[in-house]
């Protein structure tokens, strides 16, 4: 689902609100594909997310592009309650992804 000709950050590296919009209305049925899109615009995915033993952690470090991020991911009922387990202070939260690591 994702378009590589497409500009999701703009010059100061802010998912743009198109992609807000994309992340918001992605479809539940590519979730795997969702997790990519998603690392490739989160602000520092390697400190910052991580996927292991069936979890998906996700920490905003502060930055209000990845806060915005978040907001999309909320916006995307289906993925929500499908997948979130918690968030907490400090911008960092938990995303169950067990059901797809079964599906493989």
């Known amino acids: 689902m994702t378009d ?4 999701w950050l703009d010059d100061d590296g802010y998912p743009t609100d ?6 918001a209305e ?21 400190m910052l997310m ?6 998906l952690h996700m920490s905003t470090g502060g930055w209000s592009g990845n806060e915005s991020i978040i907001k999309a991911l909320q916006q ?5 309650v499908m997948h979130w387990e918690s968030s907490r202070r ?5 995303f169950d ?5 079964a599906k493989r």
């Open 4 to 7: 590589e000709t497409e500009d």
């Open 50 to 55: 991580d996927r292991a033993g069936g979890k």
């Open 18 to 23: 198109a992609t807000l919009k994309r992340v």
């Open 26 to 46: 992605w479809p539940h049925t590519d979730i795997p594909a969702l997790l990519d899109f998603l690392k490739s615009i989160w602000w520092c995915p390697d």
């Open 90 to 94: 400090g911008g960092h939260h938990e």
């Open 76 to 80: 995307n009922r289906i993925f929500w």
């Open 97 to 101: 992804m067990s059901r797809l690591e």
